[in-house]
């Protein structure tokens, strides 16, 4: 029967994630800088908490679930001579060596952050040849200027894979980037915080309309509920981004602080140690402590401490998390590009994300959001993460593959001493076969226009130019 009405009842599975392990994700991505301004709020909302000159060492039983005793608490964190990590006796003795000249200023454009999240993806070659037209028609804000049939006529590829180019664009950080409006950045933000089913996402996806003419009680009396209901959905609406892309600004200057201090060993090995001059240790206050011991503490003041005792454990323990982890997965990262820090650009090897993963047995996605963001400081100078990971190029068969990093840094140089603008991409490829790059010239073109390179007949002409030559 037409509009007829079923209510049906479909078994399956889903993976839900509780807000603590949300949240210990969010502490797992962010960087240095983040992750203090973050506890610097924790340690407003909750007195239970404090800073350390050294990090306490917590109790085994107490990190496996939330049903945590008050006086085992007072018992443990009475004792104030906690234990430090091998780890920190390596940092403390290297911290006086930070070169603080190397907190450098750091500019990159939201482009080359979309590039990067693109060439880590598993993709095929119709996908990335759309992938990268989408992505150099995204401005500032932002927001896509074109859409997936341009895409797919100018690249000449199937509308298909143009769509699925688009999608994985609209998957990557920051949040929201890729759409074509604004609607469409806020329901891509509001999907992201799983808030699809709700009155939020509603508003944005039918009575997008009404809420931007700031028609909310028509909003109420056609969704039958309270105003208060309505101010309160279009309050979540409020605190997403519009503008995304400005949070990647080419014009954006950021002060870096790497979270990783790598430095040569006696041995002549290298020795990986957490940054502690920016990220606090925190610990249980001694206030709270004794106040926890008291006998004939009230009901309330008891669940007071426990949850505030709760909380700080866990924050105190997702820290730590973070710390190891990032400290497991940039092991990994400098054994395998071992040879750059010996000899230089010319051996950073091509490394992709699973290569890490199988090395510390942790998902991609883990070894992803851990280097996301985040600077290591190497006997070489201050890098990203994400400097370590390169796409591989293919030499030729029997050839071992070069990375794409070493390749572009070499073209930068090559263009550079090129003065008088004789070196055009042919004769560029014949001199990377010199130094060991054996690549085609169409890979020479597209790493030299993605470096926003002039080719060689402009660079000539600019030449004479300032040369005083016309």
């Known amino acids: ?21 949300q949240q210990s994700l969010k502490i797992l991505q962010m960087p240095a800088i983040e992750l203090k301004e973050y506890i610097d709020e924790e340690l407003e909302k909750n007195p239970v908490l404090e800073t350390a000159e050294r990090e306490p060492e917590l109790p085994g039983a ?10 085992k608490f007072a018992e443990h964190f009475s004792k104030e001579g906690a234990g430090t990590d091998s780890y920190e006796e390596s940092a403390r ?23 990067f999240q693109l060439h880590m993806s598993a993709v095929g070659e119709d996908e990335l040849k759309a992938a990268e037209y989408l992505i150099g028609n995204i401005n500032e804000d932002g927001y896509l200027l074109s859409g997936a049939e341009e895409a797919a006529a100018k690249t000449g590829v199937a509308v298909e894979f143009a769509v699925r180019a688009l999608a994985l664009i609209q998957s990557f950080e920051p949040t929201g980037v890729g759409a074509r409006n604004l609607r469409e950045c806020l329901s891509i933000q509001l999907r992201a915080k799983g808030l699809e089913g709700t009155l939020s996402f509603k508003i944005v996806s039918v009575y997008w309309e009404e809420f931007e003419k700031g028609r909310l009680e028509k909003i109420a009396e056609k969704e039958k509920k309270g105003i208060e209901e309505i101010y309160k959905a279009t309050g979540a609406i409020s605190k997403l981004e519009p503008k995304p892309g400005l949070e990647v600004s080419d014009s954006e200057i950021r002060y870096i602080v790497p979270d990783i201090l790598v430095e040569k060993n006696q041995t002549g090995g290298y020795s990986v140690s957490l940054n502690n001059e920016v990220v606090p240790f925190l610990r249980i206050s001694k206030f709270y402590r ?5 006998k004939n503490i009230a009901p309330e003041e008891k669940k007071f401490l426990k949850d505030k005792f709760g909380s700080a454990v866990w924050l105190i323990n997702a820290i730590d998390q973070r710390k190891r982890t990032l400290l497991k997965v940039t092991a990994a990262i400098i054994e395998a590009q071992k040879e750059f820090l010996e000899n230089g650009i010319d051996y950073l090897r091509p490394l992709a994300l699973k290569e890490i993963s199988e090395m510390t047995g942790m998902h991609q996605s883990t070894v992803s959001r851990v280097t996301a963001g985040k600077y290591v400081q190497t006997p070489r100078g201050i890098f990203p993460f994400r400097y370590f990971f ?27 001493e090129d003065k008088e603008g004789n070196m055009n991409d042919s004769k560029i490829q014949a001199v990377l076969g010199e130094l060991g790059f054996k690549v085609s010239r169409r890979t020479v073109a597209k790493y030299r226009e993605g470096m926003k390179i002039l080719p060689a007949i402009k660079r000539k002409i600019l030449g004479k130019m300032k040369g005083g030559n016309h």
Do not use: C, F, W
């Not at 003795?93 to 000249?101: C, F, I, P, T, V």
């Open 290 to 294: 004794e106040l926890s011991r008291k």
């Open 1 to 21: 029967m037409a509009g007829e009405q079923r209510l049906d009842l479909r078994p399956g599975q889903r993976l839900s994630l509780s807000p603590l392990l």
């Open 62 to 71: 107490e990190k496996t679930d939330g049903s945590l005793d008050i006086e």
């Open 93 to 115: 003795g290297q911290q006086s060596a930070l070169n603080y000249e190397n907190i450098a200023r750091n500019k990159y454009s939201l482009e080359e952050h979309l590039l």
């Open 390 to 416: 390169n796409v591989k190029i293919e030499t030729g068969a029997g050839e071992p593959g070069v990375a794409a990093g070493a390749v572009k840094d070499a073209i930068k140089n090559i263009t550079e």
